[in-house]
């Protein structure tokens, strides 16, 4: 078996895998990262979504040949306490329900954030309506959305 030489979190990692493992199943079962959720596993739902290089990526559809050599961020690495402004303002709202989706919502939402600071409601749903919600708190988490913005 193969071994990938992948950085997540700022830290170095060599991982034996099949090279067409979902980065999912790799932060999941081999690095013991089980912040990041499968919902799916075939980029429909948005749980398991990191940054990849600071881009909000599916995990569970790059394969982890090609996750080598990039700067991999997941839910555990975002902030050093869980006081990323995202973060904050989903304690503020009190978003969670079951709280199953919302490490995919708060990666997804922190990338965005990153490409637009002061985003209107409309852009804030455009960016998040691929990041599912079966407790359908929908309002919270656009409401944190735009607290995190400001
Ligand atoms: Fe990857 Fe659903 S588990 S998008």
Redesign the pocket.
């Known amino acids: 078996m193969p071994t990938f030489n992948l950085k997540i979190n700022n830290k170095s990692f060599a991982v034996e895998a099949d090279s067409d493992m979902p980065l ?1 199943w790799v932060l999941r079962d081999k690095i013991n990262l089980v912040g990041t ?12 979504t990191v940054h990849v290089d600071g881009n909000a990526t ?4 790059l394969q982890v040949s090609q996750a080598e050599g990039m700067n991999i961020t997941t839910i555990e690495g975002l902030s050093e306490h869980g006081d990323h402004p995202v973060q904050q303002a989903w304690k503020v709202v009190d978003v969670p329900q079951c709280g199953y989706c919302q490490a995919g919502q708060i990666m997804t939402a922190s990338a965005f954030l990153k490409t637009n600071a002061s985003p209107s409601d409309s852009e804030i749903r455009d960016a998040m309506h691929g990041n599912i919600c079966r407790c359908a708190a929908y309002n919270s988490i656009q409401e944190a959305v735009k607290l995190a913005s400001k």
């Open positions: 999912l959720k499968f919902g799916c596993g075939i980029g429909q739902c948005g749980a398991c599916r995990s569970c559809l």
